[in-house]
């Protein structure tokens, strides 16, 4: 996730909110890191936004999604005024007040992002009702619904909302007691009563829903918001008005461009992780903005879609992973009518959910250059679901590797050394209060001054300049210990692969927890298969295990192998991953990097066979 910073390059004028930070001494080994301008205030509630633009700007879309047609593709632009978003929420709020739901019966959400999705969402935050938005992955892909038996039995929900019964009706009845009532927007679920969401709608507004919504405050929780769970069972984060509403200013105030004119944007991702349902979500709401719901996704099945939909809708700020920027990227060399859209009014590209490579973000510049003769600004950061989650942002343009900012206006960072690494830990009006119904958990997430402890390691970007702020030195849990005692310092060693073997690897996870040697599962760029040269619809795995692949694997291997200082700092094997990390199984985090104890766990017996040599094509150092 770098670029080379050169002083020619020409960026199209994106302000920066924050390039001031104040330091001062704590303890030995502590210090406070802090933007030097204080934050503004911020609405009581983020229903007063909605009520605002409602007024203000009500002909307005809020949010569009497409049309499904009979055969499953999709069709025209269907699309939800302020106006209509604000009755719709009047409505459903009423009818969730007449089912007497609250915080200890919230509604939980089994289904993607759609419209229903996203009114149920204003209709509970109206009435004062927490809701919770589930990964969909525990409804469709689990088989024996763990983890959303896990939810259901943390949350209690009072009413379990899906959009297509035919899809969730096995996970409903596997694990939503019979008491509990279930809607859907399509269909019934068998041998259950089903409520429609058209007749939740159709509920008739009265004085009591207003009063309701006015009767929120700071304290109100909105939603709860579950944790990958990669080791454990998923947390449910509490997340109040407060902590939304202070992160919207908060990001204002970091990246003044979400002000500054028509906010427009373009997005996949899920709402029930923070960075979509949060972050994007709430962010047209708080400015006023547009959500064109992308039904697209990067993968090869869904991308034509998220491309389909940016050649006719321009954003004006965007966001995606990296490997939806790496196909946005190879697509715009040959796609013209994309090039013209996308870069039309985009003000600031933001990427989070893994490190973005190298090459990636070169093909991007190198298109924008050609096409408008200066680069997008490419954002990127430090938050996570508990902290709202936005943290931390860049100062410039100039953006290396790792490079993370400084904090937003309000959220005091204390830098803990620990075990020679540097944790940082937030306390700010965007901290979540903790964790729902574990109040264990949550004791032991805080410290004694009552900053919450993220675990993630973080250096200085200079020394000699804390202005320039910080960057990203790795999980503080990742560091591991071989068997000879030494410890192995995961973040370093990560990106030093990762640089090596450019253009073709995307992020590795490091094994070797008790064993003599450090091994590496690498999760290879789709450059590969340029290099490869194989045809375009050979299989990963036979791209993967070419030999110019392997070749130049080789190569890496052994050019790393010449720097190595001992054990801890040399790669003894390495195997190619043809199977992508996945936000689903938490092995991508929130906080925009790869969750190495999600991956050794998931994959455990590849690590097994790649330390003790069955592994076909393990690369070892010649």
């Not at 009423?94 to 915080?103: D, E, F, K, V």
């Not at 009563?193 to 008739?204: D, K, P, Q, R, V």
């Not at 944790?227 to 449910?236: E, L």
């Not at 985090?589 to 592994?615: C, F, M, P, W, Y």
Request: with cysteine; hydrophobic share 40%.
């Amino acid at each position: 996730m770098s670029q080379n910073p050169t002083t020619a390059a020409r960026y199209r004028p994106l302000k920066f909110g924050v390039t001031r930070a104040t330091l001062r001494d704590g303890d030995t080994g502590v210090h406070y890191l802090s933007a030097q301008q204080e934050l503004s205030a911020f609405p009581t509630r983020i229903t007063d936004r909605l009520v605002h633009w409602a007024k203000t700007r009500p002909e307005q879309t809020l949010f569009a999604r497409r049309t499904k047609n009979a055969d499953g593709t999709t069709g025209d632009w269907r699309h939800v005024s302020f106006a209509q978003a604000l009755e719709a929420a009047r409505r459903i709020g009423q009818g969730l007040l007449n089912r007497g739901l609250s915080a200890e019966r919230p509604v939980l959400i089994l289904s993607e992002n759609d419209l229903e999705h996203a009114l149920l969402a204003l209709g509970c935050v109206y009435a004062g009702i927490a809701y919770c938005p589930t990964s969909p992955a525990y409804s469709l892909v689990s088989q024996d619904f763990d983890k959303l038996h896990h939810v259901v039995k943390t949350l209690t929900p009072g009413l379990v909302f899906a959009a297509d019964a035919h899809r969730y009706s096995r996970a409903m009845l596997a694990t939503v007691a019979p008491d509990v009532e279930l809607m859907t927007t399509e269909g019934t679920v068998p041998g259950r009563a089903t409520t429609s969401f058209a007749s939740l709608l159709a509920t008739e507004p009265t004085p009591e829903v207003d009063a309701a919504m006015a009767a929120t405050g700071p304290d109100t929780i909105t939603k709860f918001l579950f944790t990958s769970g990669s080791t454990k069972m998923p947390k449910a984060v509490i997340n109040t008005q407060r902590m939304w509403c202070a992160n919207q200013q908060q990001m204002a105030e970091s990246m003044p461009v979400l002000a500054e004119g028509p906010l427009v944007l373009v997005d996949w991702l899920p709402w029930n992780h923070t960075f979509g349902g949060n972050h994007n979500f709430g962010m047209v709401i708080y400015h006023g903005g547009t959500l064109y719901i992308d039904d697209g996704k990067p993968t090869p099945a869904l991308m034509a879609e998220t491309l389909r939909n940016l050649r006719e809708i321009a954003p004006t700020v965007y966001f995606n992973v990296p490997t939806g920027f790496e196909a946005i990227a190879n697509a715009m060399k040959t796609d013209e009518a994309l090039r013209k859209t996308l870069l039309s009014r985009v003000q600031m590209f933001f990427y989070a959910g893994a490190a973005l490579a190298q090459p990636v973000w070169d093909a991007l510049h190198a298109v924008q250059e050609q096409q408008i003769g200066e680069r997008i600004v490419m954002g990127t950061g430090l938050g996570m679901t508990e902290s709202g989650p936005f943290g931390i942002f860049v100062t410039s343009p100039n953006v290396k590797a790792g490079d993370l900012g400084l904090p937003t206006p309000g959220l005091v960072l204390k830098l803990v050394d620990t075990d020679g690494k540097t944790e940082v830990r937030y306390k700010g009006p965007n901290i979540t209060p903790g964790y729902w119904r574990m109040p264990a958990e949550t004791a032991d997430s805080f410290d004694e001054e009552g900053f919450f402890k993220t675990g993630d390691a973080v250096k200085w970007i200079d020394e000699t300049d804390v202005h320039q702020g910080l960057k990203f030195d790795g999980r503080i849990a990742e560091d591991f210990k071989l068997a000879t005692g030494t410890f192995v310092s995961v973040g370093p060693m990560r990106a030093k692969i990762i640089a090596a073997g450019a253009p073709y690897i995307q992020d590795v996870v490091l094994t070797g927890l008790n064993m003599k040697e450090v091994g590496a599962m690498v999760f290879p760029t789709g450059a590969v298969r340029a290099l490869s040269g194989l045809p375009a619809e050979a299989s990963l795995h036979d791209v993967l295990n070419s030999e110019p692949v392997l070749a130049h694997f080789q190569r890496v291997v052994n050019d790393l192998a010449k720097t190595s200082t001992g054990s801890a700092s040399r790669i003894a094997r390495l195997c190619l991953l043809a199977d992508a990390p996945t936000i689903d199984r938490g092995e991508i985090t929130d906080k925009g990097s790869i969750n190495q104890r999600a991956v050794l766990a998931h994959r455990a017996e590849t690590v097994a066979r790649l330390h003790d040599d069955t592994l076909h094509a393990i690369i070892k150092p010649q």
